[in-house]
């Protein structure tokens, strides 16, 4: 079965600052990797995703994130946050062989201080 | 234009109302999905419909019924509505089940109180 684990559920980080928010998942099959953000009062978005190739992957406002197999990790970093960063951040997974049936992480609340 | 819209956004009832949450996508996609959302923020599947078929039933009451007249729109009924179903359900859309590299766009969300 697959799972993911988010091991921050808030992480404060002051403007500018650097970010990263961790991201580990198991699974005994292929998968494939999703973080999406929620903003206050709104559904979720995608950020990135991975599903081969380059094990960096960048997505939309800045982020990027970095598949490492022997790790079983997905870490989501920023190199330098804006207060419109603040939101609820989701690491997800489906894996190959099944329908899309995503399992999400619980979540890291990323709080940005000004 | 909206890509993924439900109604009403917020929905506030008594116990044992029935209640509907209706959701439409204007994506083109052959999947749609519910979600429910609890007061930690956790997200879990509940249905999923491809083309008006139901594909995923997680483990909900059977208070719980999901319809789909065609696969642009997917709503979702409450019957005997208890406390515990107090939560935020979001409706989502992807391109196709059987693609699981494909994401999933997702409506606003329906804030459900119970009281």
């Known amino acids: 079965a697959q799972s993911v684990t988010q091991l921050d559920s808030q992480v404060p980080v002051f403007e500018e600052a650097p970010v990263e928010l961790r991201c580990n998942y198991s699974s005994s099959v292929s998968v494939y990797l999703f973080w999406y953000v929620q903003y206050p009062n709104q559904g979720l978005q995608l950020l990135l995703k991975y599903l081969s190739g380059s094990t960096l992957v960048k997505g939309i406002n800045g982020f990027e994130a970095e598949f490492n197999k022997s790790q079983t990790s997905f870490h989501l970093r920023k190199p330098s946050v804006h207060i419109s960063d603040t939101a609820e951040y989701f690491c997800a997974v489906t894996y190959s062989g099944g329908y899309q049936k995503v399992t999400f992480g619980i979540g890291t609340k990323l709080q940005v201080i000004p | 234009d909206t890509a993924v819209s439900q109604t009403p956004k917020y929905l506030v009832t008594q116990m044992g109302n029935d209640k509907s949450i209706k959701c439409e996508q204007n994506l083109g996609h052959d999947t749609m999905y519910w979600y429910k959302q609890d007061s930690k923020k956790f997200l879990k599947i509940m249905f999923s419909y491809n083309n008006k078929e139901l594909i995923i039933n997680e483990t909900v009451p059977n208070r719980f019924s999901p319809k789909s007249p065609d696969k642009a729109h997917l709503n979702l009924h409450i019957n005997s509505l208890e406390l515990g179903d107090s939560a935020v359900y979001f409706c989502?859309?992807?391109?196709?089940?059987?693609?699981?590299?494909?994401?999933?766009?997702f409506g606003p969300g329906t804030r459900l109180t119970v009281t």
């Open positions: 989502a859309s992807s391109q196709d089940f059987r693609a699981y590299s494909y994401e999933q766009y």
